[in-house]
């Protein structure tokens, strides 16, 4: 059972590959791939892509596997925020805590989200580089905000395409981690942490894209 | 399951040296984020109990659906007896049955049981329709349930009067965002066909600001693992947007929470739990009259 066994990673404190070991039970993988394919097609549109998504879907099929890699796009530009420009910065006190710590969380979704588009038989895309801009503690700070906030998003809109169950838990697992670290950061910028109210907004791809494109760089 | 998730430890929490002290920061806007860092090494313990235990209750009998009243939510969280053959039922033969017994629980309408009966028997797509329908809807019932408890509980506590600054706002305001999920699932329910559940009319200890303080904390947290618990049981796309529009909210008041009592923003590490139907009814049986 998925959620005992990532109960059972999450107990040993390691967010290893048997995070994803998904079976797409009852279903052959082409009808499967088909199926994901024409729900992706109509929550996003074709012409919501930009090109490191194309190759995603050109080498996986689409469908769940398109929406890991678009995750997994997401998350490692938020592993390599807080890990990179993160340490670049010197950061101090809570933001310096925060940033080992959700730097930390993001890279095993990097990590659980590559190996779940394994074993769903696709293609993990490649880590793209990155550049952030800013150089101080507060630029630092309101850009987490925003990275986090969108990551909220992005789960919250793409999840209800997902077509594997097993997929879904796995997502619904790291969103919620992701609306915590949004919520924190907030806190320590003087911003809501619930700047939705009380129902989280769901972000179109072409949403999440206009956030995080400006810090792909390839 | 540990007592970390057990609420009935909480009342006594105020006993934790972990919390002592920290009506502190009832009235500081800004220490208390700042101190929650400290509790960052802490992780709290919080297994949820095994999901294995649900499929040792159950058993593959096709019992047959009884009709049950509006407020079967109620009744399952005091009645063990009641609990065991919800789960029993829930946990037995996959869908169609679960959503056929759902549509019983709920009591929509005086005809539901016959029609229950019909969609546990039937392969026909309309039926089929039908019991994903009475899934969700048995679903939001016991959102709604859980959020009226959430309601009652902030409701107490800005009366309380131990929370002041912006500590008291925020409280006020996730107050106020339990209130909106309320009339929301409310209005999914109806919006399906459905008979919204009652409110359940919680009680809650209110006996100081670090005990209330970290009894917030647990029932965010415990909100947010039902809301991940259910995610797959979800027919409805619609309504699982819905429920990870809110599933998402409580997580940010959890984390909040987390700051203000000097526990960890993430309990869980990287990856929430979720939290079984049993589990959750369970741990708010404590606060049901």
Redesign the interface.
């Known amino acids: ?1 998925f ?2 066994r ?2 059972e ?3 040993s ?1 390691m ?1 290893n590959p048997e ?1 994803a070991n998904i079976e797409v039970s009852g279903m052959t993988r082409s009808s499967f791939i088909l199926r994901g394919t024409l729900a992706a097609g109509a929550l996003y549109g074709a012409a919501a892509v930009t090109p490191f998504v194309s190759h995603a879907v050109a080498a996986n099929g689409g469908g769940d596997v398109e929406i890991l890699n678009f995750a997994l796009t997401l998350e490692y530009l938020e592993s390599d925020f807080y890990n990179v420009k993160g340490q670049s910065i010197g950061l101090s ?2 933001a310096k ?2 940033a080992t ?1 959700f730097g ?3 890279q ?2 990097v990590k ?1 989200l590559t190996e779940t588009i394994k074993q769903l038989g696709g293609t993990p895309v490649p880590k793209p580089t990155f550049a952030f801009p800013g150089s101080s503690q507060s630029a630092f700070l309101s850009l987490a905000s925003v990275l986090e906030n969108t990551g ?1 998003g992005a ?2 809109g793409a ?3 997902l077509q594997s ?2 997929v ?3 997502a ?13 950061i907030n ?2 910028i003087n911003e ?3 700047p ?7 972000y179109t791809k072409t949403q999440v894209l206009a956030k995080a494109d400006p810090f792909i760089k390839s | 399951m540990t007592a970390a998730l057990g609420l009935q430890s909480v009342p006594n929490a105020n006993c934790d040296p972990d919390v002592d002290g920290a009506a502190n920061y009832t009235q500081d806007g800004v220490s208390y ?2 101190a ?2 400290q509790a ?1 090494g802490k992780a709290v313990q919080r ?2 109990s ?3 235990e649900v499929l040792k209750m159950s058993s593959p009998s096709n019992e047959q659906n009884v009709t049950q009243p509006a407020g079967i939510v109620e009744r399952l969280v005091r009645d063990d007896v009641d609990r065991k053959r919800f789960l029993k039922m829930a946990g037995a033969a996959g869908t169609t049955s679960f959503g056929a017994f759902v549509l019983a629980a709920c009591g929509s309408s005086s005809s539901s049981s016959s029609t229950a009966t019909t969609a546990a028997v039937s392969t026909s797509a309309a039926t089929m329709s039908a019991a994903s329908n009475s899934t969700d809807i048995g679903i939001l019932n016991y959102a709604l349930t859980l959020e009226y408890l959430e309601t009652a509980f902030y409701e107490k506590v800005v009366a309380s009067g131990f929370f002041s600054g912006s500590v008291g706002s ?1 409280i006020a ?2 107050g ?3 209130k ?2 309320v009339e ?1 699932l409310k209005g999914a329910v109806e919006k399906m066909g459905g008979t919204p559940a009652t409110n359940p009319e919680g009680k809650f200890p209110i006996q100081s600001a670090s005990q209330v303080g970290l009894l917030a904390y647990t029932v965010e947290n415990l909100g ?1 693992s039902a809301y ?2 259910q ?2 049981n979800i027919q409805s ?2 309504v ?3 429920a ?6 409580e ?6 929470l ?2 203000v009592v000097k526990k960890s ?2 309990p ?7 939290a079984d139907m049993s589990t959750v009814l369970a741990a708010i049986k404590p606060f049901l009259p």
């Open positions: 059972m959620t005992k990532l109960s990673i999450v107990d404190g967010a995070l006190g809570p805590s925060y710590l930390e969380h993001e095993d979704h659980a909220v789960y919250n999840a209800p395409s169950k097993k879904l838990a796995a619904g697992s790291i969103v919620q981690i992701e609306a915590r670290h949004a919520a924190a806190l320590l809501s942490p619930t939705n109210e009380g129902f989280d907004v769901p | 984020r700042s929650a860092i960052q297994a949820i095994d999901p294995t925020l305001s996730f106020a965002q339990e909106t999920h929301a947010a991940l618990g995610a797959g796309p619609e699982l947007a819905t990870l529009s809110i599933h998402s909210v997580a940010r008041h959890a984390s909040t987390g700051t923003v993430t869980d590490g990287a990856f929430a739990k979720p």
